[in-house]
Structures are given as structure tokens and as C-alpha cells.
T-cell receptor, first 114, second 113 residues
Framework: AQTVTQSQPEMSVQEAETVTLSCTYD???????LFWYKQPPSRQMILVIR??????QNATENRFSVNFQKAAKSFSLKISDSQLGDTAMYFC???????????FGTGTRLKVLA | DAGVIQSPRHEVTEMGQEVTLRCKPI?????LFWYRQTMMRGLELLIY????????DSGMPEDRFSAKMPNASFSTLKIQPSEPRDSAVYFC???????????FGSGTQLSVL
């Protein structure tokens, strides 16, 4: 069975600094996708970034980038130039192609300090 | 596109009452999911549909929970009778045919007193 682990329940970062959130997963499959979702206080689950396992290149979306280490089964999220609006819960998620089941980690609460 | 639309945003009810949560998925998305989020258990998949047909309801906690999708643009999650332990945020989400991207609604905060 697949699992997703986020070992940092809470983190904080100063505005304009860079922060990295960790995620590890476990699977014996090869065809899967990884995601980071953001959940601000408004409760909305927002897709931040998506990585296909077959792609070696790390995904990037503006200030958000990932470090995807397939052999190590690690998928960390780097937020550059942190902004107050980045304050939220961040969930790492795993999707095994064809199963239609997403597995979510327990989340990391990030607070950006002014 | 307006995204996944859920209603109501908040629901407060008394134990024993029937609760109905509603969802409109993104047009063209074949898959619809219902999730429940609690502090203790995180995000749990309750049920998902493909082309309006329930595929996997193994996450539905009890017979008190039921879900329907009468057409491609509407789904309901019903709890009857409701209990205080059902208090949670309920999310609806949809995805396009290959299921490789999940879009969430804004959730319904349910409080059962």
C-alpha cells in the first residue's frame, strides 16, 4: 500500500525568505503523480504544483518548486520569497495512475512572519 | 470555469436530523469525489463516481451516509440521521478523465450539535 509522510507538523519562515517542506512516500509502482496542495484559512484546497513520476525535471510554478528524488522517494516543496499569503496548511499527495485514489499526508502548517 | 461548487458553505444541525450536501463538478470532468476532513483523521475519501456511477464507496463510514449522482453536473451526500461525530469539513472534488489532477470545492463545514 502507498503511504505519504510529512514529518514537519509546523514550520515558520520570515517574509521574503525561502522555506522547504518535506514529504516522503512509499510505493513499489512506477506510474504515479505527486502533488502539493495549499489550504489557507479560507479552507479552499488549492493545487500548488504537480509532478509526473516519469519526468526527471523538477516542476516549477513561479515561486514554488519541488525537489523530486525518485530513488529516495522524496518530494519536497521549496517556497522562495515567502509572502504572508503563503500562510496555510500544505498537503503532499500521491496518486497512482488508474486507481483514482489520492493519498494525502497529514499536512504541514506554515506560518509566514512579517 | 467556476470550479467545483459546493453548498452550503456552513451547516449547523441537531443530532438526528437529515443533512444534505451538494456539489456541482467542473464541466467535462468524469470523476467526482467526496472527502471528509477532520483534525484526527485528516482527509479521507468517502466515495467516488465515474460517469455518474459509484465506483468505490468503501470509505463511507456507515449506512447513515449515502451519496448520489443523478447526472453529470450534480451530486449529493446525505447523512441520515446525523450525529455529533459527523462534524467535519466535507469536500467535493472532480477530475478529468485520466484522474491526474484533482480540483476541490470550497467545502462544507458541518456542525452537528
Amino acid at each position: 500500500a502507498q503511504t505519504v509522510t510529512q514529518s514537519q507538523p509546523e514550520m515558520s519562515v520570515q517574509e521574503a525568505e525561502t522555506v522547504t517542506l518535506s514529504c516522503t512516500y512509499d510505493t513499489s509502482e512506477s506510474n504515479y503523480y505527486l502533488f502539493w496542495y495549499k489550504q489557507p484559512p479560507s479552507r479552499q484546497m488549492i493545487l500548488v504544483i504537480r509532478q509526473e513520476a516519469y519526468k526527471q525535471q523538477n516542476a516549477t510554478e513561479n515561486r514554488f518548486s519541488v525537489n523530486f528524488q525518485k530513488a529516495a522517494k522524496s518530494f519536497s516543496l521549496k517556497i522562495s520569497d515567502s509572502q504572508l499569503g503563503d500562510t496555510a496548511m500544505y498537503f503532499c499527495a500521491f496518486y497512482l495512475s488508474g486507481t483514482y485514489k489520492y493519498i494525502f499526508g497529514t499536512g504541514t502548517r506554515l506560518k509566514v512572519l512579517a | 470555469d467556476a470550479g467545483v461548487i459546493q453548498s452550503p458553505r456552513h451547516e449547523v444541525t441537531e443530532m438526528g436530523q437529515e443533512v444534505t450536501l451538494r456539489c456541482k463538478p467542473i464541466s467535462g470532468h468524469d470523476y467526482l469525489f467526496w472527502y471528509r476532513q477532520t483534525m484526527m483523521r485528516g482527509l479521507e475519501l468517502l466515495i467516488y463516481f465515474n460517469n455518474n456511477v459509484p465506483i468505490d464507496d468503501s470509505g463511507m463510514p456507515e449506512d447513515r451516509f449515502s451519496a448520489k449522482m443523478p447526472n453529470a453536473s450534480f451530486s449529493t451526500l446525505k447523512i441520515q440521521p446525523s450525529e455529533p461525530r459527523d462534524s467535519a469539513v466535507y469536500f467535493c472534488a472532480s477530475s478529468p478523465p485520466r484522474g491526474e489532477k484533482l480540483f476541490f470545492g470550497s467545502g462544507t463545514q458541518l456542525s452537528v450539535l
